[in-house]
């Protein structure tokens, strides 16, 4: 049996009885998804557990088509994504993020590009609306988005 090495956050959060597994996703978050890079792990557990949401996605979904209304920001955990813009192609792997223009824009943003499921994936999203809300209650997150 191997020994699980955990972050200090994590021996606090599970002698507090929160779930290490999450902890650990919020720690992998943070240093892979550049997105998230100045946020502090309380504020990810904020927007990961109060704010977006954790969705699966099968092969050949097509997330968005070119000319939707686009208002989500789209965080790879798992999978692939493909993003296709004027006939050209690019593969988006675990820790990629996409959307973020959509959600930093004041006006209605239509999507410039199609996404679809390259494989099967799971990705955390947060709507412009949601996040615009979080802004208004909380000033730090705001400050970092």
Known sequence: MSAVKLSPQAVINFYSGENTEKVREREWIKKNIPFF???????????????????HFQKGYEILSQGEVH?????????????????????????DVFGEKAIAQEN???????????KNSHLWSISKNTLNNIHLSNPTIAAKT
């Open 37 to 55: 890079k100045g946020f502090s792990l309380e504020e990810i557990k904020y927007l990961t557990e109060n704010a977006g949401q954790k969705e």
């Open 71 to 95: 208002d989500h920001l789209y965080a790879i955990l798992s999978g692939e994504i493909t993003i296709t813009h004027n006939d050209i192609q690019n593969t988006l792997k675990k820790g």
């Open 108 to 118: 209605t943003e239509y999507s410039p590009f199609q996404a679809e499921v390259s």
